[in-house]
């Protein structure tokens, strides 16, 4: 664990390749008691998860958290829409941010913070292909580099 004690449950890679991050937030989120045991077990996937506004409110949508193991009738729905805890001003913002187009808000990470689960939310605008295959050839680009000097130390050049 790091120095704030938080502990990371599961991180949404997909999010940094489709889109690009402008903004970073971190939000609360309203459990049930079956589905905070449901992390501790792993049980996540926030692959096609999303956040948007509801009345004033935020709610994380399709963010899917399967069934705690040793749960029974009062066992959750995994991919109910969950409330995120946010301050009003924050909302403001986000609702202001949102308005604008191509913007979205993405779960890009959970986490256990002092015992209480957190999201980190970016405010997220989509890729165009043309710029992911620009990062990807940028990727392999430093990839081959990188393997250009460790070739060379290795030879002793």
Do not use: C
Not at 9 to 26: G, T, V
Not at 44 to 61: H, T, W
Not at 68 to 93: C, D, M, T, W
């Amino acid at each position: 664990m790091s120095k704030n004690q938080s502990k990371l449950i599961a991180k949404n890679r997909k999010a940094f390749h489709e889109f690009e991050i402008l903004d970073k937030l971190e939000a609360g989120i309203t459990l049930l008691g079956t589905e905070v045991k449901a992390l501790r077990e792993g049980k996540i996937n926030l692959k096609d998860s999303f956040a948007e506004i509801r009345e004033g409110e935020v709610y994380l949508v399709n963010l899917h958290i399967g069934p705690y193991s040793a749960g029974n009738v009062f066992n959750h729905e995994p991919e109910r829409p969950r409330k995120l805890l946010l301050h009003k001003q924050e909302i403001k913002r986000l609702i202001g941010k949102v308005a604008e187009k191509g913007f979205t808000l993405v779960p890009l990470s959970l986490y256990f913070k002092k015992g209480i689960v957190k999201v980190e939310l970016g405010l997220a605008r989509g890729k165009k292909v043309y710029d992911r295959r620009k990062e990807i050839e940028e990727r392999d680009r430093k990839r081959d580099i990188e393997r250009e000097v460790r070739e060379r130390q290795r030879r002793g050049w």
